[in-house]
């Protein structure tokens, strides 16, 4: 079958129709990708600032067809229609017990030690996240694929697995965003705007977009902002805004130290932080240990958006249906198995994409 497979960091990805997967083993199951994304954090693995087993087929965020099932599973039948989870919860360790599935990391380890992927020549290859979703079909524990109506088009489907339930995840999950708050979202990309509207969908009644690239501004009051700047002209912004006080929630969408510090700035005394964006090892984030106290700032973690997927595919769907959930506006392009080297291309580049989706 067709796969993308990156063999080194910084190496071009490639192409590849000789790549094969086994299985599935009695707890798994195998997957048709119907339709997959291309998100930042794919870009990110290219580059070597995530880490990843290689060689691997990239792809996190996709949407697909259970074409077989492995002997102990049950409540899976092949032609359901599933969406992946790159953090699939193992149900009985304490985090999963402890109603925070989305810090399981049973598979997500199994997912850096396991090549279910083989190249034509026979080389054991990993899939990224756990997944490989940029190939025509996978092999995944059940653990990571959730049901999904029939009719929710798999391309609307692939954005919840990654930039729906990580952006809008992060306001109603992590940071429960109240009616009437004030936010702040450092970074415009599939997250960033998926945080936006989840600010939206929250009754927030400020929320500011912040990104270098203008083209991006327009896209935020699409989605829900009330205003829109550059990271130089966000300082001033906020004393317009704010009064100077800062926001009540200021989220960083972009997975860098540097706006992580601005994020922090962002918020108000005693507002908080809300990290979305995932950064490489050693990036490191500097704040002095007097303001990290009597600031009285919060900085917290969003994992996944906080997500239980099996809870929330359930919520976006129904808030799709009611009309109050735009997906299809963040689909850009749709584009083919070989265009991903230059969809890779396009969103490094930056510009006005949002998700490139890839329909098999
Ligand atoms: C990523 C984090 C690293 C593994 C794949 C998914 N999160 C969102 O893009
Ligand atoms: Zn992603």
């Not at 700035?265 to 050693?282: L, M, P, S």
């Not at 959930?325 to 510009?351: H, N, Q, Y």
Request: net charge negative.
């Amino acid at each position: 079958m067709r796969a993308a497979v990156l063999h080194e960091p910084g190496a071009a990805l490639e192409l590849r129709d000789d790549v094969t997967v086994a299985g599935p083993d009695p707890g798994e199951v195998r997957v048709r990708v119907r339709a997959t994304g291309v998100c930042h954090s794919d870009v990110s693995a290219l580059k070597g600032v995530l880490p990843a087993s290689l060689p691997a087929v990239l792809g996190h965020e996709a949407a697909g067809e259970v074409v077989e099932t492995g002997s102990q599973v049950s409540g899976l039948a092949p032609g359901d229609h599933v969406l992946l989870s790159f953090i699939p919860p193992c149900g009985s360790c304490a985090d999963c017990l402890g109603g925070q599935p989305y810090l399981c990391i049973t598979y997500v380890l199994e997912g850096f030690t396991k090549p279910r992927f083989r190249l034509g020549d026979g080389a054991p290859c990993f899939g990224f996240g756990g997944l490989g979703a940029w190939a025509e079909e996978l092999v995944v524990p059940a653990q990571a694929v959730v049901r999904i109506d029939p009719d929710v088009p798999f391309e609307l489907a692939a954005l919840l697995s990654c930039a729906v339930a990580t952006g809008v995840g992060a306001v109603i999950n992590t940071a429960r965003v109240e009616e009437g708050a004030s936010v702040v979202v450092i970074g415009a990309g599939g997250i960033g705007l998926s945080v936006i509207q989840g600010a939206r969908l929250a009754g927030a009644a400020t929320i500011l977009a912040v990104d270098p690239i203008e083209a991006k501004h327009e896209a935020a009051k699409r989605f829900g902002a009330t205003h829109a700047t550059t990271p130089e002209q966000m300082e001033a912004v906020k004393g317009l805004l704010t009064g100077g006080r800062g926001f009540d929630h200021a989220f960083e969408a972009v997975g860098r130290s540097s706006t992580v510090k601005a994020a922090w700035q962002a918020a108000r005394r005693g507002g908080d932080v809300v990290v979305v964006g995932a950064g490489a090892a050693d990036d490191q984030v500097e704040i002095d240990a007097f303001s990290l106290l009597f600031d009285g700032k919060n900085i917290l973690s969003s994992i996944y958006g906080c997500s239980d997927l099996r809870r929330d595919a359930r919520r976006f769907v129904d808030l799709w249906r009611a009309g109050r959930l735009d997906l299809e506006s963040l689909i850009t392009r749709r584009i083919r198995f070989e265009d991903l080297p230059d969809a890779v291309l396009a969103l490094d580049k930056g510009g006005d994409v949002i998700r490139q989706v890839v329909l098999f």
